[in-house]
């Protein structure tokens, strides 16, 4: 496995692997979750990229970037078994050098949700993203269920800027009483990780709903609201019912829909969604 922190050194390596290559994108913190999406691409791809960079130009005045958690070193203990050929672990410099200034913006898509909470965020996840496209040139890249609007930012970037990449969508990993796998799960107390299962018990009831035949959206973000407002840690941010592509709000409900929401736990802010088909209640897997 090499690691290398230049863009010239990771390019010179990556063009002495020939085959399909799978990049997984990552902050670093890696969890089950990250390896999940590691294990995916070395199943599919001849060579397997890792990035970790905690991305400055995707947190907002106010958010965790000096506190998000780091541990380089533990890290790539746990990639070295995986089969990785190259991991990139680049500085802020490298990224965004001196004089930076171009920036991709992913208009409709990035609007809602954690765009209005979150402003610019999805600019720097997008121009980050669209870089590390360029400097791997990857066959495929491999992204979590979880962040379930970044996907739908990333895809439609991809599209509209005709990159020849194949994004593979993976399911969310989730602890045994439903939460969800997230580097800022380390943030909780040992209360607040009690309570923190409600975000899942919230999407369920909604899935439960859609089950037997609940086509409301509104129905929907009650059913989530309710069981929400039974937790004393939980205060919502938003609870939505979406079209998985465009993350507009539904009212009536087709094929699909795309329930999530965006809840604090103490100061801690955690995500989750579930992809409800017809069919069944569950995450999707592309």
């Known amino acids: 496995m090499d690691t290398v922190v230049d863009i010239e050194g990771l390019r010179r390596i990556r063009a002495s692997l020939a085959g399909s290559f799978g990049l997984v994108p990552t902050m670093g913190a890696l969890h089950e979750g990250h390896l999940a999406l590691v294990r995916r691409a070395r199943e599919e791809c001849a060579h397997v990229g890792v990035s970790i960079f905690v991305n400055p130009a995707q947190f907002g005045p106010n958010e965790d970037l000096r506190c998000y958690p780091r541990d380089l070193e533990r890290d790539l203990r746990l990639l070295a078994p995986l089969g990785v050929d190259l991991v990139w672990t680049p500085d802020p410099a490298t990224v965004y050098p001196t004089d930076f200034q171009t920036w991709i913006s992913v208009e409709d898509v990035a609007q809602p949700l954690e765009g209005i909470r979150r402003p610019g965020h999805f600019r720097g996840v997008a121009t980050v993203v ?22 739908a930012v990333i895809r439609r970037m991809v599209v509209d ?46 899935g439960a709903a859609f089950a037997v035949g609940e086509r409301d959206g509104e129905a929907l973000r009650a059913a989530m609201n309710a069981v929400l407002s039974a ?24 094929d699909s829909v795309l329930v999530s929401l965006a809840v604090r736990i103490g100061r801690t802010r955690l995500i989750d969604n579930l992809l409800l088909f017809p069919e069944a209640h569950h995450a999707a897997c592309d």
Do not use: H, W
């Open 231 to 254: 937790e004393p840690r939980a205060q919502a941010d938003y609870v939505s019912a979406a079209d998985p592509a465009s993350m507009r709000e539904l009212d009536r409900i087709g």
């Open 161 to 206: 800027l005709n990159f020849p990449i194949e994004i593979i969508v993976c399911p969310t990993v989730r602890e045994p009483d439903g939460l969800a796998l997230s580097s800022r799960n380390a943030y909780l107390s040992a209360e607040e990780r009690q309570a923190a299962p409600v975000l899942f018990r919230a999407l369920a009831a909604a």
């Open 130 to 151: 669209a870089k590390l496209f360029n400097i791997f040139t990857p066959t495929k890249a491999y992204f979590g269920q979880k962040d379930a609007q970044q996907v």
